[in-house]
């Protein structure tokens, strides 16, 4: 298994473009998760998918947007990229909720110039 | 009151020492806790989770929780230098879906 993979690794966008960050698992989790995480900071949820069709928001959801189309794939797009955007995005599923470990992709590091 | 909070360090101690690292979250419904590991650069990694009062041990790591006090602990004993990391607390609230994370204790284990 390849657990959760994220591409691309790195980006540089200026400010105004868009840009889609993929997340694929090939572990069969139904739910997924996408969080920023800005330097000295935690873990901020920006939206997760209980499964195929369903997503709802996190914390911090302005300015992206997300499909859950299949169970493995769960994009997030980025519309009109702001510097404030400029973070480190993670991807994470898990099999159900409760006491399920989360697992996480390796990351995207993102800046908006 | 932040829903997560920790002390964020750093927590500098000797190699084989007791680390504690501490944990208090706000929201008293909180069903399940967890502790992940993030080296600099890298994603989280599960270590613990814990989701009865008391502790739970594993290998060199033991999570304490208490729901009185709303606080979850973890303690890594005979520290490693490969303990050097952030150490992220995060909580499952009683009606979210989601974990609620803090912003990290940065511990540093020297030679």
């Known amino acids: 298994n390849a657990g959760v993979t994220q591409t691309p690794k790195f980006r540089i966008l200026k400010i105004g473009q868009s840009m889609t960050l993929q997340c694929t698992q090939d572990?069969?989790?139904?739910?997924m998760y996408w969080y920023r995480q800005d330097p000295g900071m935690g873990l901020k949820l920006i939206y997760y998918?209980?499964?195929?069709?369903?997503?709802d928001k996190g914390e911090v959801p302005n300015g992206y947007n997300v499909s859950r189309s299949t169970t493995e794939d769960f994009p997030l797009r980025l519309e009109l990229a702001a510097p404030s955007q400029t973070s480190v995005y993670f991807c994470?599923?898990?099999?159900?909720?409760?006491?399920?470990?989360?697992?996480f992709g390796p990351g995207t590091r993102l800046t908006v110039l | 009151q932040k829903e997560v909070e920790q002390n964020s360090g750093p927590l500098s101690v000797p190699e084989g020492a007791i680390a504690s690292l501490n944990c208090t979250y706000s929201d008293r419904g909180s069903q399940s806790f967890f502790w992940y590991r993030q080296y600099s650069g890298k994603s989280p990694e599960l270590i613990m989770f814990i989701y009865s009062n008391g502790d739970k041990e594993d290998g060199r790591f033991t999570a304490q929780l208490n729901k009185a006090s709303q606080y979850v602990s973890l303690l890594i004993r005979d520290s490693q230098p490969s303990d050097s990391a952030t150490y992220l607390c995060a909580v499952k609230r009683q009606a979210g879906t989601a974990l609620i994370f803090g912003k990290g204790t940065t511990l540093s284990v020297s030679s």
């Open positions: 994470a599923s898990s099999f159900s909720t409760g006491a399920n470990e989360q697992f």
């Open positions: 998918s209980v499964g195929a069709g369903i997503t």
């Open positions: 572990m069969n989790h139904n739910y």
